[in-house]
């Protein structure tokens, strides 16, 4: 069982905006801001999309924002293109030095 | 370029031992905590283990269920990561993924199939 509850999936047409939400608890989500998300593509490793929230890394497009509010943090994807068709996992740190991951949400452009 | 090769993957019996590795090239590898992440087939990600640099003491942290069974050591002369596994389950069958950093993963190596079965 994951620590972090994300849907199983969620889609949306190209050009459309979608937001994949990933919850968790104050001592994890809620206590920290070091919620990341990582982009998968089928057969291929993780890819960092958003880290410490809402921060991007060099080279991620801006269609990708990341928030939080209480214990739940969201993913959004801007302006929908083909490509981003892929599984989104969130993580957060958890203390005592543990991390969890989100059970993953497999985007679709319809 | 960082890149992050991991090694040593394979098939195992349940109760064996298998050690995996993480050669690492383009980053200051002493500078960095290191992670180790897996994906079991058709499952998600789970954080297996992090090590910090030798700076911050070095210390290795674990998931509960590997914690015990598992060890993370760092060669720093030879920019190598190490993951130690022994008392292996069935459950343990999963790509392992080396990764740099903890909390936020930034580079990942293309990861490492271990197949736990009799």
């Known amino acids: 069982q994951s620590a972090l509850t994300q849907p199983p999936s969620a889609s949306g047409s190209p050009g459309q905006s979608v937001t994949i939400s990933c919850t968790g608890t104050s001592s994890d989500i809620g206590g920290y801001n070091y919620v990341s998300w990582y982009q998968q593509h089928p057969g291929k490793a993780p890819k960092l999309m958003i880290y410490e929230v809402s921060k991007r890394p060099s080279g991620v497009p801006d269609r990708f924002s990341g928030s939080k509010s209480g214990n739940t943090a969201s993913l959004t994807v801007s302006g929908l293109q083909a490509e981003d068709e892929a599984d989104y996992y969130c993580s957060s740190y958890a203390g005592s030095n543990n991390l969890g991951f989100g059970g993953g949400t497999k985007l679709t452009v319809l | 370029e960082v890149q992050l090769v991991e090694s040593g993957g394979g098939l195992v019996k349940p109760g064996g031992s298998l050690r995996l590795s993480c050669a690492a090239s383009g980053f200051t590898f002493t500078n960095a905590w290191m992670s180790w992440v897996r994906q079991a087939p058709g499952k998600g990600l789970e954080w297996v283990g992090r090590?910090?640099?030798?700076?911050?003491?070095?210390?290795?942290d674990y998931a509960a269920p590997v914690k015990g069974r598992f060890t993370l050591s760092r060669d720093d002369s030879k920019n190598m990561l190490s993951l130690q596994m022994d008392s292996l389950r069935t459950e343990d069958t999963a790509v392992y993924y080396c990764?740099?950093?903890?909390?936020?993963?930034?580079?990942w190596g293309q990861g490492a199939l271990v197949t736990v079965s009799s």
């Open positions: 090590i910090k640099n030798k700076a911050d003491g070095g210390t290795a």
């Open positions: 990764a740099t950093g903890w909390a936020t993963m930034s580079n």
